[in-house]
């Protein structure tokens, strides 16, 4: 017979439970990661509905994403936020909206907000990219199917 005043042992045949390692840790049973990895400054996530505040329609209609974006260097000193000033930084050189896009880690739909807000502000020129001739789409389709 078991003494009530000693504490019960859990069974050796139940599966152990597994500790969460924290947000960014996979949910695997084992020794805990450092605090200093568990989270990546670089990992940090922000909803792009903040970014673009709530709104999922730019501004300026017949932005694709091949659409070319250019800064002059006086935006630079312009009082923008976040990735507002990243767009103008990336942008002293002309950049596709989908490059933008990767370089801010966010969907192309946010990146184009992001870039007509920056555009009805002044802050940005866009232009249509070149198009492309017969002979590049071919030689493009081509490298596609060498994959």
């Known amino acids: ?3 009530p ?3 019960r042992l859990p069974d050796p045949r139940m599966i152990p439970v597994a500790r969460s390692q924290g947000w960014f840790a996979p949910n695997r049973p084992g020794p805990a990661r450092p605090a200093e990895t568990t989270v990546d400054s670089d990992e940090t996530f922000v909803r792009p509905f903040v970014m673009t505040s709530g ?3 730019p501004l300026l209609d ?3 994403i091949e659409t070319l974006v ?3 260097p006086a935006a ?3 009082p923008l936020r976040f990735e507002q000033r990243t767009v103008v ?3 002293q050189a002309p950049h596709s909206i989908a490059e933008i896009g990767t370089a801010l880690r966010v969907p192309v739909g946010v990146a184009k907000v992001i870039v007509s807000d920056l555009a009805t502000q002044g802050h940005v020129t866009v232009r249509d990219a070149p198009e492309l ?4 789409i071919e030689r493009i389709r081509d490298l596609v199917r060498a994959l």
């Open 55 to 57: 709104r999922t329609t």
């Open 1 to 3: 017979m078991r003494d």
């Open 89 to 91: 930084q990336l942008c």
């Open 62 to 64: 017949g932005l694709r």
């Open 5 to 7: 005043d000693r504490p």
């Open 70 to 72: 250019q800064a002059p």
């Open 133 to 136: 001739s017969t002979a590049a």
């Open 76 to 78: 630079l000193s312009a």
